[in-house]
C-alpha cells in the first residue's frame, strides 16, 4: 500500500471508532468551560478549547458577561434546553479567519455558501441559510443582539465561540428566528497587544484526463500542469488596556483581509462548461460530455419564414444559408474566486460605574471592495421584429428575400428573428459593502439576584453593484435598432424620426461586423444598484433568580427564574438603481415593532431519586408592528429531565413567525412586453407550412378564468406570436398584503455525560420545522397549465385579465402566502477527550480529542402554491430540486496533544452523502417525463457519489509570545463529481459542479502567527 492509501485508511479507522471536528492541542474537560458554552460541556461542533486564546478576556462579572443563546434568563448554571452546536475558535483558526463563512459552511447544520466563489450582480455576500430554509429564516445575533445577516462585519480574530440554535427562537429574540439562530460571541475586554496574519493560497494538479480531453478537442488552451494561486492574507492588531485599577476597559481591532482571483482557465475542472450529448443533436441520451455554451455565430442568424440565414463571411451585403461550421468558440474568463479587500476596524470600551452598575459599549466598521470580471460573448435577440423594406443597409437580394415584391418600399416585412453577437467584450463587476454597527448597554443589580439591562443598538448596511457593458435584454430596443430609413443620406431609426426614442443608434446587421461600437454603447451600458438597510433597537430586559425569596418548588434547590423584555426595533429599507439598472426596485420603506416578551424557567424537581433534574421552561412574545391591524403572539414551551446525574432528556416547543418586514416595503418591478403562454386568446397562424398550428383552447377550458363575453372579444386579437406568447406586464417584487409566515419547530433529544467516561459526552436531537403561509414569488411560467389544466383557482389569480376585451394585461408574481415548507431529521455529535496515561495505556503519550457533528435529513419538502404537488427534495439534487440535498452530512475530528510541545496535530473528515438526479425521483411531480429522443435517464449525472474531504491541521506554541499553525484543507487535492448541462436546462451551477457542497478550487495551504506583546 502506498503512503496516501495507508495514511487515507489509518485515519479512516480512528474516524470510525469516533471522530473530531475542532482540531485542539490542549483538550479540556467539557465540564470546565463556562456556562452556556454547549450545555455545561455539551458537544457540539468544536466545543474544546485549543490553543491557548492570543488575547484573554478580562471578565470580573463572569455571570454577568456569559451570553446563553436561547434565553435572557441570567442564571449562574444556565443550560439550554434546545439543541446548540458551538463552533470555538480554534475550529475557526484552522479553517483562515479571513473566510469565517468557509469554516460556517462545513457544519451539517449550515446549508454551504459560496463566499468568494463565483459572479454575478448579487455576489458580495455571506449570507447563513440553516436547514436550507432561506436564509431570510435565520436570525444572526451578534453578542446576543441582532445584525445583518452577512458574517462580512464580523472579525475573524476576535470571535470567542459560535452558537448555532436549531428551531424557532422568536419568542426570545422576535421575527425571522423560524429555522434557528446563529449567536457570534466576540471577545470584548482586553489588555495587551496581539498579533494574527495568514496567508493562504491554493495548489492544484491538473491532471483531470476527461476535461483536458475535451478541452483541447474544443480548442480550450490547456491549463498548466500544477496550479498554485489565489492567495488570501489576512493580518489582524488587537489592543486593550485595563485604566483606573481596572474599573475601564478600553480594547480596540483592525484587520484587513486580501484574496488574489483565480479564473476558470486555471483549474482543469472548470476549463470549459460542460454539456451534456452536444454532438448528436437528434438524440439526447446524456452519456456524453463535451465543452459547450461559449459558441456564437460571427456572421449572425436571421430566421425568415422557415429558412435561416446568415451574412457573408467576407463583409458583403448578401445572405446565404446557415452553416452551423461557422459557430466559434472561445476560453471562457469567468472567475472561480474574485478578488476581495476588506477592512473591518471596531472597538470596545467596558466601564464600572458605580455600585454594581457596568456599561459595556462597541463600535464596528466593515468595508469591502470584491471585483470580478467575465469574458463576454452576448447574443442580441429579437424575435418578430418588423424590418422597414427600405431600410438602407439591405443590398437588393437580402431585400428580395425579407420583403418580396415590396423591397425598396416604406412596408413593414413579415415578422422575423434576428441574433448578432458581440465577442471579446468584458463585464466587469465591482460590488461594494459597508457596514456599522453601534452598541451600548447598561446593566447591573436591581437587588439580591434580580438583574437589569438598558441597551441600544443601531446598525446599517450598504451594498452597492455596478456592472459595464451590461445588456438590458430589451428586445424592443434592439429591434428599433433595427427599423432604419435615410434621411438626407444619414441611416437614422425610425423611432428617432418619430420621436419615440430619440437616443436610437442604427444596427447595420446585414454585413458581418456592423455591430459598430456606438451601436453596441446604446445596446449595453453601465449601471448601478444600491441597498441599504437601518436598524435601530432600543431593550430593557429584567431578569434573574426568586430563590432568594422563597419562590421556587419544594422538590427544588434552585428558585424560578425569569427574564421581562420591551423592545422596540425601527426598520428602514432603501433600494435604487441607476444607468441600466434603473429597472431595479425603487423603494423607501419604514416599519416599527414595539414588543412585551417574558420567559420563565421552572426547577421542579432536583437530587431526588429518577429526579436528578426536571425543569420547564417558558416563553411569550407580544409584537406590535405598523405594518399589520392585529397582534403577532409567539411563544415557546420547554423541558429537561435527567433521572441520573450525566443522562439528560429535553425537548421543546416553539411557534416562531417571520414578518415580511422587506418583502411588503419594497416596491413593485414592472416589465412591460413579456410574453407568457395564454391560449385562451388565438395564437398567430404559421405563414408557411413548415410549422405546425397551435390550437386555441375551447371556452369551456377557459371559463375558469374568463367570461363567455371576454372569450368570444378575443377571437379577432392578434397580439399573440405563433407559440401561444402573449404580450403582458410582469409585476414582482414587494406586496404591501403580505401576512407574516408561521413556523413550529420541535425537537427532543438525550444529552449523555457519563461520570464513569471522564471527558464522554454525546447527543441525539431530533428536530422537525413546518413553515405555513410561506413567502413565495409566483412562479408565473406555470400559471396557464396550473389554471386552465388543472383549475386551480390560485394560478388564476395571476393572470390579470381587461373586463371588456379579456386581453391579458398583467401578470400578478409579487411575493405571497401560498408556500409550505417542512424539513426534519436528528442531529448527533460526540466529544471524548482521552488522557491515555489516565487509562494506564501509556505515560507522556499527550492528549487525545475526538469530536463528531452529523445531520440525518429524513425530509426536505416544499409546497409553492395550495392544491399543487409538494416537492420531496430530500436525497436528491438538480433540475427542480437545484443543489443536493443529501440526507447524511457530517464533520468529524481526532486531535492529539503533542507530550513534548505546547502544540499538536489533527485530522478532519467532512463527509456529504450522495444525491440522486431528481428527475429519477419516484416523485411524479419531479420525475422525467420521456421526450422524443430523450429518454431522461442522465447516467453521466444519476447519482452523485458520497464524497468525503480531509484536512490536516499543525500548531505549536513556540514560546509565551508567539504561537504558529499550519492546515491544510482537501489534503488529497480531490476533484469534484462533475455537472453537465442537459438539452433544455442546466442541471449543474456555473463551475461545472455544486461547488458549495464540492471544492473546485484544489488543495488549500495556510500558514499563520499568533503573537503577543
Given at each position: ?586 423603494f423607501d420603506g419604514r416599519a416599527r415593532v414595539r414588543e412585551l416578551a417574558g420567559e420563565i ?296 496533544a503533542l507530550p513534548w510541545v505546547k502544540g499538536g496535530l489533527g485530522f478532519t473528515w467532512r ?103
Open positions: 500500500m502506498n503512503l496516501r492509501g495507508a495514511l487515507l485508511t489509518g485515519v479512516a479507522t480512528v474516524f470510525m471508532s469516533g471522530s473530531a471536528l475542532a482540531q485542539t492541542t490542549t483538550p479540556v474537560d467539557p465540564a470546565s468551560l463556562p456556562a452556556g458554552a454547549g450545555e455545561q460541556g455539551e458537544p457540539g461542533a468544536g466545543a474544546v478549547a485549543g490553543v491557548p486564546e492570543a488575547v484573554k478576556p478580562e471578565d470580573k462579572k463572569a455571570a454577568a458577561d456569559i451570553i446563553v443563546t436561547g434565553t435572557r434568563i441570567v442564571r449562574p448554571n444556565m443550560t439550554s434546553n434546545a439543541p446548540i452546536t458551538v463552533i470555538d475558535e480554534s475550529f475557526l483558526r484552522e479553517r483562515g479567519l479571513a473566510r469565517v463563512e468557509d469554516a460556517l459552511s462545513q457544519i451539517p447544520q449550515i446549508t454551504p455558501m459560496l463566499g468568494l466563489q463565483g459572479n454575478s450582480w448579487t455576489s458580495g455576500r455571506a449570507n447563513i441559510n440553516l436547514r436550507r430554509l432561506g436564509a431570510g429564516r435565520s436570525l444572526i445575533l451578534l453578542n446576543g443582539q441582532r445584525m445583518d445577516n452577512d458574517v462580512g462585519i464580523v472579525p475573524g480574530a476576535l470571535i470567542e465561540r459560535i452558537d448555532v440554535l436549531t428551531g424557532g427562537a422568536s419568542a426570545v429574540y422576535g421575527s425571522d428566528a423560524i429555522a434557528g439562530v446563529v449567536n457570534f460571541i466576540l471577545k470584548r475586554r482586553f489588555n495587551g497587544l496581539v498579533l494574527d496574519a495568514e496567508a493562504s493560497g491554493i495548489q492544484h494538479h491538473n491532471d483531470n484526463k476527461t476535461m483536458l480531453r475535451i478541452g483541447e478537442a474544443a480548442g480550450y488552451p490547456r491549463p498548466q500542469e500544477h496550479f498554485f494561486g489565489g492567495g488570501n492574507f489576512y493580518a489582524s492588531l488587537a489592543a486593550g488596556k485595563d485604566l483606573f485599577d481596572k474599573r475601564i476597559n478600553i480594547s480596540g481591532f483592525v484587520t484587513y483581509k486580501e484574496a488574489k482571483p483565480v479564473r476558470f482557465s486555471d483549474i482543469d475542472t472548470t476549463l470549459c462548461p460542460l454539456r451534456m450529448n452536444p454532438i448528436n443533436p437528434t438524440r439526447f441520451t446524456n452519456d456524453t460530455y463535451a465543452c459547450d455554451a461559449t459558441e456564437f455565430n460571427p456572421y449572425g442568424y436571421f430566421g425568415v419564414g422557415d429558412n435561416a440565414y446568415t451574412n457573408a463571411r467576407d463583409g458583403s451585403r448578401s445572405w446565404r444559408t446557415y452553416d452551423e461550421t461557422d459557430i466559434t468558440r472561445v476560453p471562457r474568463q469567468d472567475f472561480i474566486q474574485r478578488s476581495d479587500r476588506t477592512i473591518n476596524a471596531g472597538g470596545f470600551v467596558a466601564a464600572d460605574l458605580f455600585a454594581d452598575v457596568t456599561f459595556n459599549g462597541s463600535f464596528l466598521y466593515q468595508h469591502s471592495k470584491q471585483n470580478s470580471q467575465i469574458a463576454v460573448t452576448d447574443a442580441f435577440y429579437t424575435g418578430d421584429v418588423r424590418i422597414n423594406c427600405d431600410n438602407p443597409f439591405m443590398s437588393a437580394q437580402q431585400a428580395g428575400i425579407l420583403c418580396g415584391t415590396a423591397a425598396g418600399t416604406t412596408a413593414l416585412a413579415a415578422p422575423s428573428t434576428f441574433v448578432l453577437w458581440k465577442d471579446n467584450f468584458t463585464q466587469d463587476m465591482a460590488p461594494r459593502t459597508w457596514n456599522w454597527r453601534a452598541s451600548g448597554a447598561v446593566s447591573g443589580t436591581v437587588i439580591d439576584s434580580i438583574r437589569f439591562e438598558a441597551s441600544y443598538l443601531r446598525t446599517r448596511d450598504i451594498f452597492r453593484n455596478s456592472t459595464t457593458n451590461t445588456y438590458t435584454y430589451d428586445f424592443d430596443q434592439f429591434a428599433r435598432s433595427l427599423q432604419v430609413r435615410n434621411v438626407n443620406g444619414v441611416p437614422t431609426c425610425l423611432s428617432k424620426i418619430n420621436g419615440t426614442d430619440p437616443n436610437c443608434v442604427p444596427v447595420d446587421a446585414f454585413r458581418t461586423g456592423g455591430l459598430t461600437d456606438q451601436a453596441f454603447s446604446y445596446l449595453t451600458g453601465t449601471g448601478r444598484s444600491w441597498q441599504q438597510n437601518d436598524l435601530t433597537v432600543l431593550m430593557g430586559v429584567l431578569s434573574g433568580t426568586l430563590g432568594d425569596y422563597g419562590i421556587k418548588s419544594p422538590f427544588a434547590t434552585n428558585g424560578i427564574g425569569f427574564a421581562v423584555v420591551a423592545e422596540q426595533r425601527n426598520v428602514r429599507s432603501q433600494s435604487r438603481g441607476d444607468g441600466v439598472w434603473s429597472v431595479w426596485t425603487q424557567d421552572i426547577p421542579l424537581i432536583e437530587n431526588k431519586p429518577f429526579f436528578h433534574e426536571l425543569s420547564v421552561n417558558g416563553g411569550y412574545r407580544i409584537s406590535d408592528y405598523t405594518t399589520y391591524d392585529k397582534l403577532v403572539h409567539t411563544w415557546k414551551v420547554e423541558s429537561t429531565w435527567a433521572p441520573v446525574e450525566g443522562l439528560r432528556f429535553r425537548g421543546s416547543y416553539n411557534r416562531s413567525l417571520r414578518v415580511p418586514v422587506l418583502e411588503r416595503l419594497e416596491g413593485e418591478n414592472r416589465y412591460p412586453n413579456t410574453f407568457a403562454t395564454d391560449l385562451c386568446a388565438p395564437p398567430r397562424q404559421p405563414t408557411t407550412g413548415g410549422q405546425v398550428a397551435i390550437q386555441r383552447y375551447t371556452f369551456e377550458q377557459c371559463s375558469i378564468g374568463m367570461t363567455r363575453a371576454q372569450y368570444d372579444a378575443l377571437t379577432s386579437y392578434a397580439g399573440c406570436n405563433t407559440s401561444g406568447q402573449c404580450p403582458a406586464i410582469l409585476i414582482n417584487g414587494g406586496n404591501p398584503n403580505l401576512q407574516p409566515e408561521r413556523g413550529r419547530s420541535y425537537t427532543a433529544g438525550v444529552v449523555l455525560q457519563p461520570r464513569g467516561v471522564p471527558g464522554f459526552s454525546a447527543t441525539v436531537d431530533w428536530y422537525n420545522i413546518a413553515i405555513n403561509g410561506a413567502f413565495e414569488w409566483s412562479r408565473w411560467g406555470q400559471a396557464f397549465d396550473q389554471c386552465y389544466n388543472n383549475k386551480i383557482e390560485f394560478w388564476c389569480g395571476i393572470y390579470k385579465r381587461d373586463p371588456q376585451t379579456g386581453q391579458l394585461l398583467e401578470i400578478d408574481a409579487r411575493y405571497n402566502n401560498s408556500g409550505e415548507t417542512k424539513t426534519q431529521g436528528f442531529d448527533f455529535s460526540l466529544n471524548y477527550n482521552l488522557d491515555p496515561q489516565r487509562l494506564g495505556i501509556a505515560e507522556k503519550a499527550g492528549t487525545f480529542a475526538l469530536n463528531f457533528n452529523g445531520t440525518l435529513a429524513t425530509k426536505l419538502t416544499r409546497q409553492f402554491a395550495p392544491n399543487t404537488p409538494t416537492w420531496e427534495c430530500n436525497g436528491y439534487h438538480g433540475f427542480a430540486c437545484g443543489e443536493p440535498s443529501p440526507k447524511w452530512r457530517h464533520v468529524a475530528g481526532i486531535n492529539w463527509y456529504t452523502g450522495s444525491t440522486k438526479v431528481s428527475k429519477l425521483s419516484s416523485d411524479t411531480i419531479l420525475r422525467a417525463t420521456p421526450r422524443p429522443n430523450n429518454p431522461d435517464t442522465y447516467p453521466l449525472i444519476a447519482k452523485l457519489p458520497a464524497f468525503s474531504y480531509f484536512d490536516f491541521a499543525a500548531n505549536v506554541a513556540v514560546n509565551s509570545h508567539l504561537d504558529l499553525r499550519f492546515n491544510v484543507q482537501n489534503l488529497f487535492d480531490k476533484d469534484p463529481p462533475m455537472i453537465g448541462w442537459d438539452e433544455f436546462y442546466s442541471i449543474g451551477q456555473f463551475q461545472n459542479t455544486y461547488s458549495g457542497y464540492y471544492t473546485v478550487r484544489g488543495r488549500t495551504l495556510r500558514v499563520g502567527l499568533t503573537a503577543r506583546f
